[in-house]
């Protein structure tokens, strides 16, 4: 990063309008919004905002519209639920822009709380359209990012509009960029050592950037989850039926190779539990050698306790991607055993990812961590590149 990062400090508040971009995007079963996690993330920043006397726009995203309006992705339970935690009234807007917008936007008292409709019921904010980061724009005076799970896309709410107005990120965004900021600071003599990357999941593709930027930190990288099939295919293992990515082979002994010369011990599992179904209720076997037809869907238990001993020296650790499918209980051990180990652990735990922070909180060891990131895809870019588009954009503002 090379200029600092205006925090909320640097914004004239009192009597201001200020737009907030937050992440409202939260899981709707009708009208009722299911986890309010994410509202409650954004509650510092708001009631800093309205404390100093500002008029608070709020705007958000919910789910994929694609441009359209549609009733079931309303913004307006959220909007509700948002009243409820700051026991005032929050007036909504059935529209994101445009004269009746301004109009209520102009009859808010100092202190006072507007919900914009959902971003994503114009095409204008996924495609950043400059008009429409204009009439965004154009509702405030000054701008506060705190939608740090979105920040990696060049939305017009995100990137366009703060070309537009003075802006600040958020306490939410200040928060998370504190602790990832800390895992890829430059200097590698700091009391962060030893540190682990613990990276699973889903797909290999998803992560080579940050197992590659990692690999600069960290002093140990374990692969679990699907991901680990390509690495162990790559090495030449018997691997079954499980998911292996073909055109990622070569790629994953690269970074095996790179790993090697960067002096990261790598650790691939020893065990797995297999089944011969991608199915909940497939029978579940432990092998060492995965057998023709079966597929592995967990680390074994024997990699889990060679893993938790190392993991037990380890002063940071960073973890990303569940370990098996931990849905099913049959292929859950090696997630909850990670995440117990971790939750044991002295020193510096991150969490990032939305399938690890759900298994995290599934087995009720969130409060054990000492962070878990709001952002899947965002918080991975940041570990990357050290910096979001959405963060560029309100430095160079
Ligand atoms: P995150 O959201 O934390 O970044 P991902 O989205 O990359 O994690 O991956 C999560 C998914 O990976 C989970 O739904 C889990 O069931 C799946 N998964 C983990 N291990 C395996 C495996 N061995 N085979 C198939 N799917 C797996
Ligand atoms: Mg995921």
């Not at 993330?41 to 694609?66: M, Y």
């Not at 070569?250 to 790993?259: M, Q």
């Amino acid at each position: 990063m090379t200029t600092a990062l205006p925090t909320l400090d640097r914004l004239n508040l009192a009597d201001a309008t200020i737009l907030c971009r937050v992440d409202f995007n939260v899981p709707l079963k009708g009208e009722t919004v299911v986890d309010d996690t994410r509202i409650r993330g954004a509650l510092p920043t708001i009631r800093h905002l309205t404390s100093e006397g500002a008029r608070v726009v709020i705007a958000s995203h919910l789910g994929r519209p694609k441009g359209q309006k549609n009733p079931a992705m309303t913004l307006l339970p959220a909007a509700a639920k948002l009243a409820e935690h700051l026991e005032t009234d929050v007036v909504f807007s059935h529209d994101t822009t445009g004269p009746a917008v301004a109009d209520l936007v102009k009859e808010l008292e100092p202190g006072g709380v507007l919900v914009l409709e959902n971003l994503r019921f114009h095409a204008g904010e996924k495609g950043n359209d400059t008009g429409f980061a204009k009439d965004l724009a154009a509702l405030a005076d000054g701008f506060v990012n705190d939608a740090f799970g979105t920040m990696h896309r060049s939305h017009a709410s995100i990137t366009g509009v703060a070309a537009h107005l003075p802006g600040a990120v958020g306490l939410l965004v200040q928060r998370e960029l504190e602790v990832l900021g800390s895992l890829i600071a430059a200097s590698g003599s700091d009391n962060r050592h030893p540190f682990a990357a613990i990276l699973g999941g889903a797909k290999v593709s998803d992560k080579i950037g940050v197992i590659d930027a990692l690999s600069r930190r960290v002093d140990h990288l374990f692969i679990g989850g699907a991901m680990a099939y390509t690495f162990l295919a790559a090495e030449g293992h018997a691997v079954g039926e499980s998911r292996v990515e073909e055109d990622k082979l070569e790629l994953a002994l690269r970074l095996l190779n790179r790993c090697k010369q960067r002096g990261v011990k790598v650790h691939l599992p020893s065990d797995h539990v297999v089944a011969e179904r991608f199915a909940e209720d497939a029978e579940a076997k432990v092998v060492e050698e995965i057998p023709d037809g079966a597929m592995g869907l967990d680390i074994g238990p024997q990699t889990l306790s060679e893993w938790s001993r190392v993991l037990a020296t380890c002063n940071t650790v960073f973890w990303n991607g569940p370990m098996g499918v931990f849905e099913w209980d049959s292929f859950a051990a090696g997630t909850r055993g990670i995440a117990e180990r971790l939750a044991k652990l002295e020193g510096t735990t991150v969490v990032g990812g939305g399938d690890s922070a759900a298994a995290v909180a599934k087995f009720g060891l969130a409060d054990q961590m000492s962070h878990i990131s709001t952002g899947g895809g965002a918080s991975l870019e940041f570990l990357e590149h050290g910096d979001l588009p959405g963060l560029a954009a309100i430095r160079s503002a």
